[in-house]
């Protein structure tokens, strides 16, 4: 009975770090699609000065891009409606790192892949 008791508080551990969205020195992002718009939440930016840009991994073009500085937390909503079809990829840049997250689009939904370190 102990063992599984361990057993369960160690695979319960494992599951919680895999749920903690990867951090750029306790950079916190989540994204959400609402409405064909992507939002894009962050916290604990430290007041650091963090840039936000969308480019097509296809054509290597910046379809946003977003400087902010002196603020801890912050959220925008990036309009997709009007993007092409294609592949994308959303970054979100520090100093110390960046995170990087695809997005698929096409006619009819918008696919988004999980977050990783850049």
């Known amino acids: 009975m102990k063992r599984l008791i361990m057993s369960l508080a160690l695979a319960l551990s494992m599951l919680q770090l895999l749920a903690t969205p990867p951090i750029i020195e306790n950079v916190l992002l989540n994204t959400s699609v609402e409405d064909r718009s992507l939002v894009v939440r962050l916290a604990n930016l430290q007041k650091e000065k963090t840039s936000i840009t969308l480019e097509s991994l296809d054509s290597r073009e910046t379809y946003h891009e977003q400087n902010i ?5 912050y959220m925008t909503r990036l309009n997709l409606s009007k993007l092409p ?3 994308y990829i959303l970054r979100v840049k520090q100093e110390s790192g960046s995170l990087r997250q695809v997005l698929v689009i096409d006619q009819n939904s918008i696919l988004c892949s999980k977050i990783a370190l850049d």
Do not use: D, I, S
């Open 69 to 73: 500085t002196a603020h801890n937390g």
């Open 85 to 87: 079809k294609g592949r």
